[in-house]
């Protein structure tokens, strides 16, 4: 399974982004499609999952600012982030499991005014 992450960069505190993910090759009709994130000196952690019948799961900082959604039928997983904090700063990176875990290239995030 190969993983395309597009969207990022620089954004004002309480301002919005969008991350996308497109997922190809051998994908399996079950799975968790997700996005973790790592900062400077921190270990990666969850921000949110989608399984594929849409159970969302979201760490509890981003709970109620970011959306995940996806499409079956494209293989891909978006992430939608609003009213961003400094604290949202990191390396985001698309997730793909099916029993084994997948990862694609990180994205920038960084929220700084």
């Known amino acids: 399974v190969q993983l395309q992450a597009s969207g990022g960069g620089l954004v004002q505190p309480g301002g919005s982004l969008r991350l996308s993910c497109a997922a190809s090759g051998s994908t399996s009709s079950i799975n968790f499609m997700g996005w973790y994130r790592q900062a400077p000196g921190k270990q990666r952690e969850l921000v949110a999952s989608i399984t594929s019948s849409g159970t969302t799961n979201y760490a509890g900082s981003v709970k109620g600012r970011f959306t995940i959604s996806r499409d079956n039928a494209k293989n891909t997983v978006s992430l939608r982030m609003d009213s961003l904090k400094p604290e949202d700063t990191a390396v985001y990176y698309c997730?793909?499991?099916?029993?084994?875990?997948?990862w694609g290239q990180g994205t920038q995030v960084t929220v700084s005014s």
């Open positions: 997730n793909y499991f099916d029993g084994g875990h997948y």
